[in-house]
């Protein structure tokens, strides 16, 4: 009975984490590309740890060269000097450093192509990763856009359904505002119909008689004569030609 309610457990625990990967696959990817960091640092850590192993057979393969160089060097001069009982066994040491050197070299070179693999692997698989993220990444972006078009076309549609119609709010408001511009139209026509426009007429012609004898003192005041001045006191002026008696003398 408790494994039952354990598997049921789970399972809910299943559906709501899917649940929300569904609702929210940024946060998804988000967590993707920290795993990859985690697996890649982990990697990288194995990896110095190789490397850290070639570096020792490297150095142990120099010191094995250094070591055979010394012997056969010693063992060619006892054997000149005429040591051949020291010479034989310099000669026996130098046989088990080259077996060592030659072992040691071959797993240095098993280790250095082991280590170019894991590394090669390591950017293959970073690559590949990268390219599925961004490839994620992609389809959300033209996911996101598809479900933002998707509904602002059932907006639309739902306003063209709405809107439009005989009796609807606008055609309401239409009418109301119409029958409130008719009646205030009205109401300013009613009061302009009773304004005595005589004494308006009067005060203007008032007004422009008050402006033409002020202007009139002002030229006589300052010596100004205007065209229209000095035309009309040019025909006051001028005498009438005199008009002779009787028929014209003829040269």
Do not use: C, W
Not at 84 to 112: D, F, P, W, Y
Not at 120 to 125: A, E, F, I, L, W
Not at 140 to 161: C, D, K, Y
Request: net charge negative; hydrophobic share 40%; charged share 30%.
């Amino acid at each position: 009975m408790f494994q039952r309610l354990v598997t049921l457990f789970r399972g809910f625990l299943g559906l709501f984490i899917s649940g929300l990967e569904q609702s929210n696959p940024r946060a998804l990817i988000e967590a993707e590309k920290e795993n990859l960091r985690r697996q890649i640092a982990r990697f990288n850590d194995n990896l110095a740890n190789h490397a850290g192993f070639v570096e020792r057979l490297l150095r142990q393969v120099k010191n094995l060269e250094q070591k055979e160089r010394e012997l056969t060097a010693r063992t060619a001069a006892n054997l000149k000097a005429g040591n051949r009982g020291v010479a034989g066994q310099l000669a026996m040491e130098l046989q088990t450093i080259k077996g060592e050197l030659e072992e040691n070299r071959q797993q240095l070179g098993m280790a250095e192509e082991t280590y170019q693999k894991l590394v090669k692997s390591r950017d293959v698989s970073v690559r590949e990763a990268h390219t599925k993220i961004e490839k994620l990444r992609r389809l959300l972006t033209e996911t996101e856009m598809a479900e933002a078009q998707a509904e602002l076309q059932e907006m639309a549609a739902g306003m063209v359904s709405q809107i439009g119609g005989a009796g609807d709010t606008i055609n309401r408001a239409e009418q109301y505002l119409e029958e409130r511009r008719d009646k205030a139209a009205g109401r300013s026509r009613v009061a302009s119909s009773g304004v005595d426009t005589s004494q308006v007429e009067l005060k203007e012609a008032e007004q422009e008689a008050l402006a033409s004898q002020a202007l009139a003192e002002f030229e006589a005041a300052y010596g100004f004569s205007t065209p229209q001045a000095e035309s009309t006191e040019g025909a006051a002026a001028a005498p009438p030609p005199e008009k002779e008696l009787g028929p014209a003398t003829q040269g």
